[in-house]
């Protein structure tokens, strides 16, 4: 009997926690790491994670630990699952401790502020392991419902095919379906981009604008997306799929997105800073709308509703007059 795949997760919020599940329900062992001994004594002691997954049951195969050096041996899979911007630090760090051969899985979905890096390509540049042990997992995956077991499907995507099935074995389950793609840019693309069209759609929810409204602004926004990973060299097609429309309309519908919620705060009138004190986890888009930008500077692709979400977060637009320029930008043909 061959032993079971090792699974190191860095991260113990909601989403990493859920994903370390979703890997022990498929069979494989699995190790939490967290900075705080009192979280990890908690997963181990009560088999919950009180602070992100209150009332959650965790599955027998997964326990969790504060030495990074014993969540990183002899891992198959070291998953990292902490927020986009603390990525570069905290991986400098455990550089040292991963596993030879262990596959570095990202569940972030961010853009490096400064860099413009998507976060496999700050994976590659810190950790130097090559393109090929690299990969991504994206897709309508919320963490609430995938802990509470509800049915859900996902991409996992990396550019060796065999590396993206073997993940894809190791974290099929019952309720957890993923499919396996070899563009990674696209996928990286869909879920960092969403995350800043759920903050559009959350502030016209906010602002009481209507169904019409969230419909165009997640269509265009899709649009938007499309033309910035085709510029990046994207398969067009992969905007159509899970990682793209699929992972787009979870975030933009549900009140469980983070950053729909920042959104509709911000359109209900409340402040930035009222905002984040309301917030209890990291929203990607309020810091990844600036980056998503930058990079689509960078390549000379127009992007309007990030553009507007940028001047509203960051420099202090109000909405109503942001709305405004967005709807009289000069007419054009749908498909341009």
């Not at 090792?6 to 979703?22: E, H, L, P, Y």
């Not at 504060?66 to 699952?81: K, S």
Request: with cysteine; net charge negative; aromatic share 4%.
């Amino acid at each position: 009997m061959s032993n079971p795949v090792k699974a190191a997760v860095f991260g113990t919020g909601s989403w990493g926690t859920a994903f370390g599940m979703v890997l022990a329900d498929a069979g494989c062992d699995v190790t939490l790491w967290g900075r705080r001994a009192a979280l990890a004594d908690a997963v181990n002691s009560t088999r919950t994670n009180p602070d992100y997954l209150p009332g959650v049951e965790l599955p027998a195969g997964l326990w969790a630990t504060t030495d990074a050096a014993e969540a990183a041996r002899d891992a198959d899979f070291t998953v990292l699952a902490v927020p986009s911007q603390t990525l570069r630090a905290n991986l400098a760090d455990w550089t040292p401790l991963l596993a030879p051969g262990t596959v570095l899985v990202s569940l972030m979905k961010g853009v490096e502020l400064g860099s413009a890096m998507r976060m496999s390509e700050v994976i590659d540049d810190v950790a130097k392991v090559g393109a090929e042990r690299i990969a991504v997992v994206t897709g309508p995956n919320l963490a609430r419902e995938i802990a509470a077991r509800m049915p859900a499907a996902a991409v996992v995507a990396c550019p060796d095919e065999s590396v993206a099935q073997r993940l894809q074995t190791a974290c099929h389950t019952p309720y957890f379906r993923p499919y396996t793609n070899t563009d990674v840019v696209g996928c990286e693309l869909g879920g960092a981009v969403k995350n800043v069209i759920g903050l559009a759609v959350g502030i016209a929810d906010g602002m009481g604008l209507g169904d019409n409204a969230k419909g165009s602004l997640i269509t265009r926004g899709l649009a938007e997306t499309t033309r910035l990973g085709v510029a990046l060299g994207a398969d067009p097609l992969t905007f159509s799929g899970l990682a793209g429309l699929g992972d787009l309309v979870a975030t933009c519908s549900s009140p469980l997105s983070r950053n729909h919620t920042f959104g509709t705060n911000l359109g209900k009138g409340m402040t930035l800073q009222e905002t984040i004190a309301v917030t209890k986890q990291t929203a990607e888009g309020v810091k990844s709308c600036e980056s998503v930008l930058d990079l689509a500077r960078r390549h000379g692709v127009d992007m309007p509703i990030t553009e507007t979400v940028v001047g509203i977060v960051h420099e202090g637009k109000p909405p109503v007059v942001a709305l405004k320029e967005l709807m009289s930008r000069s007419a054009k043909p749908e498909r341009r």
